[in-house]
């Protein structure tokens, strides 16, 4: 397994539409897309710049994982995603390497794709997701 390209920065944020106008107003970029992932506790908004993006992630409540990573750190990054062919492979290449994952199964998130997490603890203190792209 190898991963493809970087997909996305995910960076956890209060105000999404404050965020939003940030961006806009500093960098010159603008969401193509914005949904919520009830699943995940977010509304997410993602920003092209190249061929990543900028996902940016409010929490929908105080008690779902990025409301309590916002209150205990603040706002700031929270994850890099990266894109593979194919997940399942990917999973299961790192179970055989001991790596330690949150999601031992793909899941659902925005735009539909199929991701999975892996601990920070795992590598370089660093919450790592797996994207999967059509090829
Ligand atoms: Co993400």
């Not at 939003?20 to 993602?46: F, K, L, N, S």
């Not at 031992?104 to 920070?120: D, L, T």
Request: glycine residues 12%.
């Amino acid at each position: 397994m190898k991963l493809l390209n970087l997909d996305h920065v995910g960076i956890a944020v209060r105000d999404l539409d404050e965020a939003i106008a940030g961006y806009a107003d500093r960098y010159g970029v603008e969401p193509m897309h914005r949904e919520v992932v009830d699943p995940q506790g977010v509304e997410e908004a993602m920003i092209p710049v190249g061929g990543s993006f900028i996902q940016l992630l409010q929490p929908l409540g105080p008690d779902t994982p990025v409301g309590r990573f916002v209150a205990s750190r603040g706002e700031g990054l929270h994850h890099v995603a990266y894109a593979v062919t194919d997940i399942v492979t990917a999973l299961s290449h790192l179970e055989e390497q001991g790596a330690e994952l949150i999601d031992r199964e793909p899941r659902i998130g925005g735009r539909g794709a199929r991701i999975a997490f892996v601990h920070p603890k795992d590598l370089a203190g660093t919450l790592t997701e797996l994207v999967e792209v059509a090829d």
